[in-house]
């Protein structure tokens, strides 16, 4: 193993690290339950998700290593059966969780492996090196690697297209550009973001250069039906991995619909997830990105271009269609990486070139960029390591809240998970009966199943959800029953608890008037060392600016009320 290669394996490893540390952190990241749910639905035998909005194949991965995990717990006699696997699961959700979140720990390895062949075939052995860093302590790959979702791995299927491509583009033809069609197929399949790619792969086959004795009747031709044939390539590779939005067509075109009207409702600022990139590569990262996409303009190549044509048309794609969250950014950010250790690469080797003083200067600039990414990152690990606002808020509950209480909680994917009481999963199984589908028939497999746990968890709760507009539709049933934010109803069905958060503080100001002034605030879980500075209310409850290391630990604000007691 050369020189080189070796600092690549150490800095993957680093990498892998930093992926791994803190992914206990419980099982609160929203958009998990999503995942783990459907992909476990796949066990009763219907591989239709009954969900599109987002395409299969990640949760066809995510049911594979749920499927090595329950070969592995049969082996060793820890179940027995699929029945066994569920109550195992109730009981140890996270160790589930686990499955899908270490298959994004493992991509987003294979990731830094890919940056950094990529940057050593665009600017050479160091350059990849540098890619390879830089993403290896990149804040949002390290932190967004911790979650079960699609990102991370749609990342690594994007960026491994655009490699491919640029491979294509830079040797001036070749069979790159069907593996490229190939790779955005696949990342198709992940998440239907990806289809963008075929701009750049489009570009780059009718930037082609053509011999001269060929025609140009005869190169248009070829322009034209391979073009043709990389879109044929798309979309059959995308249906063969997520069959099933074409075979349920009219669940597709539902759910995708809502999608698309949601993301549309959003009216972000141009600069709106410019900011997610500065402060998630880190801002001199950024800086050193920005001067890579100027370099590659200005060689003025279409191997080049097409990189930068994707950079482009993705973020727009993001900004004029795309929701605001941190994580959208996450495809472009290996690309963005890569350009940016070409463009450190090259500013360390033009300060070297000018005598010792200059050389100590590269030095500490390589030194003082890989430190300006590590340290968020590094931090970010420490607060995900450390136990949760809403778990010490269930812990604090379960200490002094009697068996059977009745708890009212006014967002359940932000707050604590509390067992609920077997006589409430009974009525919520009777509630359940006129359900059908097979949606239906799964939740009523896992009511049953938490009606059977032996040994119960003790103690459990009666619980509420309040809701601007309760429903008793049934696929809301796992989170019911829902009542409205009214304290008279609080008072009529007897509650002894209330758990809010902030977010719901603020989007319910008249009702927590009246709850601050006639309830006693009996605990808080602040993640916040000061609370002089905001609280963060994206769904990790985590800012990726300097307001990061101002938390002690992750979660949301959490406050715990009960009736004032009569003097």
């Not at 003082?368 to 010490?392: F, Q």
């Amino acid at each position: 193993m050369t020189r080189h290669k070796a600092i690549a394996a150490a800095l993957v490893a680093g990498g892998i690290f930093l992926r791994i540390w803190g992914i206990r952190f419980g099982p609160y990241y929203p958009d998990e339950p999503l995942v783990i749910h459907h992909a476990m639905g796949f066990g009763t035998g219907d591989l239709n998700p009954h969900m599109f909005f987002f395409p299969s194949l990640f949760l066809y991965m995510v049911f594979g290593v749920i499927g090595g995990l329950y070969g592995a717990l049969s082996v060793l006699g820890r179940i027995s059966g699929p029945e066994g696997f569920l109550n195992f699961y109730l009981l140890e959700p996270e160790r589930v969780f686990l499955c899908a979140r270490l298959l994004s720990v493992f991509f987003g390895g294979l990731t830094l492996v890919l940056v950094y062949r990529f940057g050593k075939a665009m600017g050479g052995s160091r350059a990849g090196l540098w890619s390879c860093a830089l993403l290896s302590a990149g804040l949002l790959h390290v932190r967004d690697s911790h979650f079960g979702v699609t990102d991370v791995t749609l990342a690594f299927f994007m960026t491994w297209s655009l490699y491919c491509l640029w491979r294509f583009a830079d040797r001036n033809g070749g069979r790159d550009w069907l593996w490229a069609a190939v790779l955005a197929g696949v990342a198709a399949a992940i998440k239907y973001n990806a289809f963008i790619i075929f701009v750049p792969i489009a570009a780059a086959l009718w930037l082609e250069r053509w011999p001269r004795e060929v025609s140009f009747a005869v190169s248009v031709r070829s322009r034209i039906v391979r073009t043709g044939v990389t879109a044929l390539v798309m979309c059959g590779v995308f249906f063969v991995l997520s069959p099933f939005v074409f075979i349920d067509h009219a669940g597709f075109v539902r759910d995708v619909g809502v999608i698309l009207k949601q993301n549309l409702s959003y009216h972000l600022p141009a600069w709106h997830h410019a900011r997610h990139l500065f402060w998630g590569m880190g801002p001199l990262v950024f800086v050193f990105a920005i001067l890579g996409v100027i370099l590659c303009i200005r060689r003025f190549r279409p191997a080049e271009g097409v990189l930068v044509m994707y950079l482009v048309i993705y973020y727009l794609m993001i900004q004029r269609a795309g929701q605001p969250f941190q994580r959208y950014v996450i495809g472009m950010i290996p690309l963005m990486t890569v350009m940016a250790g070409i463009a450190l690469d090259a500013s360390m080797s033009a300060l070297a070139g000018r005598g010792t003083g200059a050389r100590r200067a590269a030095v500490l600039l390589g030194v003082l960029v890989i430190g300006s990414c590590a340290t968020p990152a590094v931090y970010s690990d420490i607060l995900m390591s450390r136990k949760d606002t809403r778990a010490l808020c269930g812990e604090w509950i379960m200490t002094h809240a009697p068996d059977g209480s009745v708890v009212a909680m006014d967002d359940p994917m932000h707050l604590p998970q509390l067992p609920v009481t077997r006589s409430q999963i009974q009525a919520k199984i009777q509630s359940f009966q006129s359900t059908s589908g097979a949606l239906g028939n799964q939740k009523n497999i896992k009511l049953q199943a938490l009606g059977n746990l032996n040994p119960y968890p003790y103690p459990s709760y009666e619980l509420y959800y309040l809701h601007p507009t309760p429903s008793a539709d049934p696929k809301f049933v796992m989170y019911s029953p829902q009542i409205p934010f009214d304290s008279k109803e609080l008072e009529r069905i007897g509650v002894e608890f209330l758990v809010a958060s902030e977010a719901s503080l603020r989007a319910n100001p008249s009702f927590y008037a009246q709850v601050i002034r006639n309830w006693e605030q009996v605990a808080v879980f602040d993640p916040r060392r000061s609370a002089d500075h905001p609280i963060a209310l994206n769904l990790t409850y985590m800012p990726i600016d300097p307001r990061l290391f101002n938390y002690k630990r992750t979660g949301p604000l959490i406050y715990v009320y009960s009736p004032r007691k009569p003097k």
